[in-house]
């Protein structure tokens, strides 16, 4: 199977090497398509227009700092490797971050939330929040 897909540029594509670091470059650039994609379906900024300016400027930028909120937390969870490739988008990423499986169990007069195995996605972002920069 194949697929086809076309890109004018003004860029230098007389090589096939320049030809591949054009479409990379462009390819690259997509990222913010995932994002306003997030943005509409996720954020619900597909909302929008409300009544009035003001309240269309506060629902955008609500919209748009989730949007952010959610790249930076993946960033730091390690989900996303800063490329784009294993992003969730935000109607999933609520899902995999807090829809998780657990048990209390109560032993020796303690209880303890058991979590699935694999499930230490929350220990990682804060492990990785403790080692930046910021706290020290």
């Known amino acids: 199977m194949y697929a086809y897909s076309f890109i004018a540029t003004n860029l230098d594509v007389s090589t096939p090497a320049r030809a591949v670091a054009a479409e990379a470059w462009h390819r690259v650039r997509t990222d913010i398509e995932d994002r306003i994609r997030d943005a509409k379906h996720g954020a619900a900024l597909r909302h929008l ?67 699935p195995p694999g499930q230490q996605l929350l220990a990682q972002v804060l492990a990785r929040l403790r080692r930046l920069s910021i706290w020290t």
């Open 49 to 115: 227009p409300a009544a009035t300016r003001a309240a269309n400027s506060a629902w955008m930028w609500g919209a748009l700092l989730a949007v952010n909120l959610s790249a930076w937390l993946q960033e730091l969870a390690g989900l996303d490797r800063g490329d784009g490739h294993g992003r969730n988008h935000l109607g999933t990423l609520p899902h995999r971050l807090l829809a998780v499986r657990a048990r209390l169990v109560r032993h020796a007069g303690h209880i303890t939330l058991r979590l």
